[in-house]
T-cell receptor, first 114, second 106 residues
Framework: DAGVTQSPTHLIKTRGQHVTLRCSPI?????VSWYQQVLGQGPQFIFQ???????GRGNFPDRFSARQFPNYSSELNVNALLLGDSALYLC?????????????FGPGTRLTVL | KNEVEQSPQNLTAQEGEFITINCSYS?????LHWLQQHPGGGIVSLFM???GKKKHGRLIATINIQEKHSSLHITASHPRDSAVYIC????????FGTGTRLKVLA
């Protein structure tokens, strides 16, 4: 079985642009979480989606949005990019919503904002 | 103060040494996770713990719920163990520790 996949792997954008990152969870997993990891720091939680509904949101501005599709894949959108949005964006999937469930991480998308 | 603290931040060991990484947390949890992150960025889940001790190969993880403390041990360390080790608590929303950068020298 394929693990969590993310696309693209790398992306370079300029300030003010918009970006869409994509994530496909492990087959059968219904929950997708997004994290931002700035260089040298630990990941920070952005969103969780379960059954196409937002179940959790971290302390990120409204420029960040996400959605989950009927096949449980997910997109993370960031508008009006800032230099500080440069980071590794990680997607993780798990079977269920909440509970003591292991999250499985994708390889990440490295976003550079110039 | 972070809700999840790890020590040490950096660790250099000689091949074959026994390694311990510690994690303390201040929030109530249902599970604690140990993760491994390699330089390329990918994160691999090593253990999920809610009580006691788990072992997988040369890796051992323990947790003391009353003391809100967990340890990750690596026996007979090897250069391929070089990575950042992160503890995280939570369910759908992980709260990550600060990470321990481990380098094992041949």
């Amino acid at each position: 079985d394929a693990g969590v996949t993310q696309s693209p792997t790398h992306l370079i954008k300029t300030r003010g642009q918009h970006v869409t990152l994509r994530c496909s969870p492990i087959s059968g997993h219904k929950s997708v979480s997004w994290y931002q990891q700035v260089l040298g720091q630990g990941p920070q939680f952005i969103f969780q989606y379960y059954e196409k509904e937002e179940r959790g949101r971290g302390n990120f501005p409204d420029r960040f949005s996400a959605r989950q599709f009927p096949n449980y894949s997910s997109e993370l959108n960031v508008n009006a990019l800032l230099l500080g949005d440069s980071a590794l964006y990680l997607c993780a999937s798990s079977l269920d919503d909440g509970g003591a469930d292991t999250q499985y991480f994708g390889p990440g998308t490295r976003l550079t904002v110039l | 103060k972070n809700e999840v603290e790890q020590s040490p931040q950096n660790l250099t060991a000689q091949e074959g040494e026994f390694i311990t990484i510690n994690c303390s947390y201040s929030v109530g949890i249902s599970a604690l996770h140990w993760l491994q992150q390699h330089p390329g960025g990918g994160i691999v889940s090593l253990f999920m713990l809610s009580s006691g001790k788990k072992k997988h190969g040369r890796l051992i993880a323990t947790i003391n719920i009353q003391e809100k403390h967990s340890s990750l041990h690596i026996t007979a360390s090897h250069p391929r163990d070089s990575a950042v080790y992160i503890c995280a608590v939570g369910t759908y929303k992980y709260i990550f520790g600060t990470g321990t950068r481990l380098k094992v020298l041949a």
